[in-house]
């Protein structure tokens, strides 16, 4: 099963696997546009990637995060194209027995996302200019 998945279109409220009897908790994470960054005012964000190499690495970091964190499952939507003020831009789910690890396998997930994944942000300011921003892959 693909733990990662990138999509153009709206991202799913619900996760892609059922939800068990084994689950204590269930953590999940939506990383929204907002109306600024460092500052600046934002009207849009345009996000693209390198598809193989985003999807694969994705999925490596949801395993990484079940195996590490004894999850019962895992994943994490990316949206890519154009996004409006308020739109989900990532969606994370991570399921465990508890909460602790349920909570630290979200987190794990996303911040390792943000930092390996080849997904790169362009923000559209309220001034009309826009530039590539936390472009490190």
Same mark, same amino acid.
């Given at each position: 099963m693909t733990t990662f998945r990138l999509? /153009? /279109?709206?991202?799913?409220? /619900?996760?892609?696997?059922?939800?068990?009897v084994a689950a204590g908790a269930v953590v999940s994470f939506d990383g !929204? =546009?907002?109306e600024h960054n460092n500052g600046r005012g934002v009207r849009k964000l345009a996000y693209s990637a390198y598809p193989a190499l985003a999807l694969s690495e994705g999925d !490596?970091? =949801?395993s990484e995060a079940i195996t590490k964190f004894a +999850?019962?499952?895992?994943?994490c939507c990316h !949206? +890519?194209?154009d996004l409006a003020l308020g739109d989900v831009a990532v969606r =994370?789910?991570?399921v465990a027995a508890h909460r602790e690890e349920a909570f630290a396998g979200?987190?794990?997930i996303i911040d390792e996302v943000k930092s390996r994944v080849p997904?790169?942000?362009k923000e559209t300011y309220v001034d009309g200019l826009s530039e590539w921003v936390l472009c490190t892959h």
């Open positions: 999509l /153009d /279109d709206p991202l799913p409220s /619900d996760p892609p696997f059922p939800i068990t !929204r =546009v907002r !490596r970091i =949801v +999850l019962n499952a895992a994943a !949206r +890519l194209g =994370v789910w991570a979200c987190r794990y997904i790169w942000k």
